[in-house]
């Protein structure tokens, strides 16, 4: 990921306002963030996303996967199944 940039450091294409899809894994836990402001070469696809941004949506997943974590050892510790689940979508508003 890279910081926000008004043209693309690639190209030197002027870069769109768009939201974006990330992929991030945690302790094996897939986390897909949806919407996240971003900058993006028309050309060449690059994105660019503002620093607050991205610490935000990485604490944010790192919550969501450590949360996870302990709902699973709380389920190991119990005779029923654990959550099976290793994909999270997050959208933001
Ligand atoms: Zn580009």
Request: proline fraction near 6%; aromatic fraction near 0%; glycine fraction near 6%.
């Given at each position: 990921m890279k910081g926000v940039k008004r043209v693309c450091s690639e190209c030197g294409v002027e870069n769109e306002p768009r939201e974006v899809t990330l992929h991030l894994e945690r302790n094996g836990i897939q986390v897909e963030v949806v919407g996240v402001p971003a900058m993006v070469c028309p050309c060449c696809g690059q994105e660019y996303i503002a620093a607050p941004v991205s610490r935000?949506?990485?604490?944010?997943?790192e919550q969501?996967?450590?949360?996870?974590?302990?709902t699973r050892s709380m389920f190991?510790?119990?005779?029923a199944e654990p959550p099976s689940f290793r994909h999270i979508v997050l959208a933001l508003a």
């Open positions: 935000e949506v990485l604490k944010v997943a969501l996967a450590e949360g996870l974590e302990a190991a510790r119990a005779p």
